[in-house]
């Protein structure tokens, strides 16, 4: 079986602050690991990715995440937060090779001007 | 190329009523997959099609059900709808449906409010 846990339903950072976004993963087998990010009144849209190779992804919007195996954690960064960065904020992870896709619950990102 | 779209965007209905949802994917993708979004459950999965197949199944009741056609076109109903089931449904699409990852490309969303 597979879980994700996001820490903290609700994130503050000052703009031009670092984001830290925390996800850890529970799976028996090598898992895919993503991030999503949801606007409001939107569908989700993909950060980045990790499945094989390097362990950390660069994403989209100056986003990166980097995969520890031994920390089982995927945890989300970004050096300097913009308001436009404020959004929810969904890791996830499939793991068996299946398109069954399991998200944490989410983490919303205030970004305080 | 046009990106996933669902139809309608937004829907009221009253307990006991069933409903259906339209998700048209990608064009040349195979594999819809749909989800539930609520502030308590958050995402869950409910089922994903490919080639007119359920693939996969979530863990919800059998008033959810859903089909997809040759054309890909995906729709979910829910019959005797309750309250709980007011949410936001997502309906995602991929190219294929390989053993292993394969994105999944989400569209807006059915807003279905349960009165």
């Known amino acids: 079986a597979q879980s994700v846990t996001q820490l903290g339903s609700h994130v503050s950072v000052s703009e031009g602050a670092l984001v830290l976004l925390r996800c850890n993963y529970s799976s028996s087998v090598p898992p895919y690991l993503f991030w999503y990010v949801q606007y409001p009144n939107q569908g989700l849209q993909l950060l980045l990715k990790?499945?094989?190779?390097?362990?950390l992804v660069k994403g989209i919007n100056g986003f990166e995440a980097e995969f520890k195996k031994s920390e089982t954690s995927f945890h989300l960064t970004k050096p300097s937060a913009h308001m436009s960065d404020a959004a929810e904020y969904f890791c996830a992870v499939i793991a068996g090779g299946y398109q069954k896709v399991t998200f944490g619950t989410g983490t919303k990102l205030q970004v305080i001007p | 190329k046009a990106g996933v779209t669902q139809t309608p965007r937004y829907l009221i209905k009253t307990r006991g009523q069933q409903v259906t949802l339209s998700c048209s994917p990608i064009s040349g993708h195979r594999s819809v997959s749909w989800y539930q979004q609520t502030p308590g459950q958050g995402l869950q999965f409910l089922f994903e099609y490919f080639s007119e197949t359920q693939r996969n199944k979530g863990n919800f009741p059998g008033r959810f059900s859903g089909r997809q056609f040759s054309n890909s076109r995906s729709e979910m109903n829910v019959s005797t709808l309750e309250l709980g089931d007011s949410a936001l449904y997502l309906c995602?699409?991929?190219?294929?449906?390989?053993?292993?990852?394969?994105?999944?490309?989400f569209g807006p969303g059915t807003r279905l409010t349960v009165l």
């Open positions: 990790y499945t094989t190779g390097a362990t």
């Open positions: 995602a699409s991929s190219p294929t449906r390989d053993r292993g990852y394969n994105e999944q490309f």
